[in-house]
């Protein structure tokens, strides 16, 4: 059972990235998926989740209207669209999934996690 990231790397600020978390080995069609993201000596945090359905949508603050998360089960991906990129958006991405009906914002209810990968935004 595996969920594997990509689609980071190194991008100029004002620039855009999209992430990709793909599903293996059994589907998340059912799960709620989020991602979270950990820079350098600081605390996993949230960014942004979406519910099994596509119906519910969450966002941190700091990504507010400018990420975008959504969804295609019949791939079994998540994306996560990244616009206007920060310097402060630097961080390793992790995306997760949990069983809940409602998407966690926090990261206890996620049981599954994918490998990150590294998103630099440079100023």
């Known amino acids: 059972v595996q969920l594997q990231a990509s689609g980071g790397g190194l991008v100029q600020a004002g620039g855009s990235l999209r992430l990709s978390c793909a599903a293996s080995?059994?589907?998340?069609?059912?799960?709620?998926m989020g991602w979270f993201r950990q820079a350098p000596g600081k605390e996993r945090e949230f960014v942004s989740t979406?519910?099994?359905?596509?119906?519910?949508?969450f966002y941190a603050d700091s990504v507010k209207g400018r990420f975008t998360i959504s969804r295609d089960s019949a791939k079994d991906t998540v994306y996560l669209q990244m616009n206007d990129l920060r310097p402060e958006d630097t961080a390793n991405y992790y995306c997760?999934?949990?069983?809940?009906?409602?998407?966690?914002?926090?990261?206890?209810?996620?049981?599954?996690w994918g490998q990150g990968t590294q998103v630099t935004v440079s100023s």
């Open positions: 997760a999934a949990s069983p809940r009906r409602v998407p966690p914002i926090i990261l206890d209810p996620y049981e599954y």
């Open positions: 979406i519910s099994w359905n596509g119906g519910a949508t």
């Open positions: 080995g059994r589907t998340f069609s059912n799960y709620a």
